[in-house]
């Protein structure tokens, strides 16, 4: 699997910890409770992984004072959301990896702006990310 990684360049896992991992198992389950489903679906477990990545994505946000370099990476996760819609037609799909690969290292955007566009994107409903956050998909406007 190593080898495999090293060669296509992307990864084929996601760096968690168990206790995130843990988390995003008892969000599942809950979804699954609300919906009274007897088992936690693949829906179930998208929807927690998307909930989480808000959510952490908010932490982060909330917990910048509002120094020079917040202002900075507002205005370039601005222009990546752009940069998204642009590169992504409504109902076209690709991997997360492939993003990463065309904004971080082909533009020089930072991978927390990108992070943070397709979370903010995601709250607008405008792209929905899934496989376990491996594939985005552009859904909306």
């Known amino acids: 699997m190593h080898s495999a990684e090293l060669t296509s360049n992307t990864r084929?896992?996601?760096?968690?910890?168990?206790?995130?991992l843990e988390a995003i198992i008892r969000?599942?389950?809950?979804?699954?409770?609300?919906?009274?489903?007897?088992?936690?679906t693949e829906a179930h477990v998208d929807e927690a992984i998307?909930?989480?990545?808000?959510?952490?994505?908010?932490?982060?946000?909330q917990g910048?004072?509002?120094g020079q370099g917040s202002r900075e990476l507002m205005e370039?996760?601005?222009k990546v959301e752009e940069e998204l819609r642009r590169r992504l037609p409504i109902g076209w799909s690709t991997s997360l990896a492939t993003l990463?690969?065309?904004?971080?290292?082909g533009r020089g955007y930072s991978?927390?702006?990108?992070?943070?566009?397709?979370?903010?994107?995601?709250?607008?409903e405008t792209v929905q990310?899934?496989?376990?956050?491996?594939?985005v998909f552009r859904s909306g406007v």
């Open 12 to 20: 084929s896992s996601i760096p968690i910890t168990v206790r995130q």
């Open 111 to 124: 991978e927390q702006a990108l992070q943070r566009a397709l979370v903010v994107l995601q709250k607008r």
């Open 64 to 66: 910048e004072s509002g």
């Open 27 to 40: 969000i599942s389950e809950s979804l699954a409770k609300i919906s009274l489903s007897p088992i936690a």
């Open 129 to 135: 990310v899934r496989q376990a956050g491996a594939q």
């Open 100 to 105: 990463r690969r065309e904004f971080v290292e």
């Open 50 to 61: 998307r909930l989480f990545l808000a959510s952490t994505m908010d932490a982060v946000t």
């Open 76 to 78: 370039e996760t601005s």
